[in-house]
């Protein structure tokens, strides 16, 4: 369910977002930022429903039994939040959710693109030997994203989980600015 609503959006937004960016020849890497941030940030909001429930299902067994969720299943769990907390309940997290996945987003195919491109321009360093497009430039090309795009978004993953899986969260807009997770 997740990646069906949100994988879909992110990457088919990118690529389309990309095409239009590259009609006066190949978009600038500001650009490439722009349209993955953008993608991303709508697939964020497409998914948020169903990283609710991920959040909840993987961390259900940790919690204490009185505060389990319960859900039998991700459909039952959408019917259960929309029952107990509302049509807004499935908008829990959004706005970590949407930074995080515009993060996500932009570290992710961007780096991969600017790798890849890289690499098919120039011969790997020390041992001089020049990639073309198959499957090892691909898997160095995707291993080169997905650190990049696990460093950058680590601290986000972290805070929209504990929103996620929170039962209440409260923002005073204090001095202090403190934020309690409960």
Known sequence: MRQMS???VRLGTYEELKARFSKDGPPSTARLILAASLAGGLGGVAGNPADILLVRMTSDL??????RYGYPNALAGLFYIIKEEGIRGLARGLAPNTVRAML???SQVVSYDYAKSTLLRHPIPIINYQLH????LHIIASTVAGTVATTVCSPADVIRSRVMASVRLYLFLQPSNALTFS
């Open 6 to 8: 949100y994988s879909l």
């Open 62 to 67: 940790i919690r204490p039994p009185e505060k």
């Open 104 to 106: 996500m987003n932009a």
């Open 133 to 136: 497009d198959n499957l090892l």
